[in-house]
């Protein structure tokens, strides 16, 4: 039986919780679901709509969402929704059972955007891709992974780095990116709209939390946080609250990777469109060694890059 965590997350919205899967309930398509009738073709949403104060159930990706009526406040009943969402994924029952979800195309929009180095590109999308971020440096790590397999077959990839929503690419000096990017671009809404795996099962199983940092950044803070000592896991969180975010916004990915307490120094690991980058120096420099020294005080000197 695979083993479903349900994190739950609060929204803008007083009245709508989501409960978060660490794995795909859907792929293609959106669902909204405002009573019993309509959720016909979804056996959870139907279950959920037995719990009086469901409003609309929402299915997106790899999140179930629950607007409630006002007879309760989400306090009192979050728990135990989450536990029913949990439970009904591990019994490996269909979440949706007609076929629209596995058959058919679904338009995808992929846009370019440049990023600080200038060998890398990065390609959003308007669809969550991955539930972690994936690095892979050549045909042979992306084995399990048949997305950034095909992406090798272009001659001019250098590396793949897929998070989120979004793929960054750095490519070999033999062409510039004018000259590939439509190509490029055009290959990944051709894929994306055909509904292909972006990661195999294996990949993830191959990749435990325990194991590359590289691979799966996520699930390897989540495994070493409660590990770490207070200095790191403050480190940690700082670079989880003010440095992420930025860095993902060109492309990329930091990985904290350890605090030495003797000397002060702080080691993290730069992914994707950060990897190699000529401006990474200077954003390590003067953007989070100087915010690590000012939020840490005397526990910080140096912050050193080892690129992923």
């Known amino acids: 039986m695979e083993k479903i965590e349900i994190k739950i997350q609060p929204t803008n919205r007083p009245a709508i919780v989501k409960f978060e899967a660490n794995k795909f309930i859907t ?18 949403a139907t279950q959920l709509f037995y719990l009086p104060f469901v409003k609309t159930v929402y299915i997106s990706g790899n999140f179930v969402a629950i607007e409630k009526f006002d007879i309760v406040s989400w306090d009192e009943v ?12 591990e019994s490996g029952q269909a979440v949706i059972n007609d076929n629209e979800d596995a058959q058919g195309k679904v338009p995808v929009t992929v846009y370019a955007e440049s990023t600080p180095n200038p060998a890398a590109m990065k390609f959003v999308c308007n669809k969550k891709l991955v539930l972690a971020p994936y690095e892979f440096k050549n045909i042979e790590e992306a084995k399990d992974a048949p997305l950034a397999s095909g992406l090798f077959h272009f001659p001019f990839v250098k590396e793949v780095f897929i998070d989120e929503n979004y793929v960054s690419i750095i490519k070999y000096d033999v062409i510039e990116w004018n000259e590939v990017a439509m190509e490029i671009r055009e290959y990944l809404k ?9 990661v195999n099962e294996e990949a993830l199983s191959s990749n435990p939390a325990s194991g590359s940092q590289k691979t799966n950044g996520k699930a390897q803070q989540d495994a070493r946080f409660e590990s770490l000592d207070d200095t ?3 480190i940690v969180a700082i670079l989880e609250e003010y440095v992420k975010p930025a860095v993902a916004s060109d492309g990329g990915n930091i990985l904290f990777e350890s605090y030495d307490s003797e000397n002060k120094t702080v080691k993290v690991i730069l992914q994707g469109a950060c990897s190699g980058c000529p401006s990474s120096t200077f954003t390590l420099k003067n953007g989070i060694e100087t915010m690590l020294k000012s939020m840490m005080h005397d ?6 890059a080892i690129n992923g």
Do not use: C, T, W
């Not at 019993?36 to 959870?44: F, N, T």
């Not at 051709?190 to 972006?198: Q, R, T, W």
């Open 190 to 198: 051709a894929y994306l709209e055909e509904g292909k795996d972006i």
């Open 78 to 89: 979050q728990e135990e929704v989450a536990e029913q969402i949990q439970n009904y994924l």
């Open 299 to 304: 526990k910080v000197n140096e912050v050193v």
């Open 27 to 44: 792929r293609k398509k959106n669902y909204e679901f405002k009573n019993i009738d309509e959720a016909k073709s979804s056996p959870l």
């Open 232 to 234: 790191s896991k403050e």
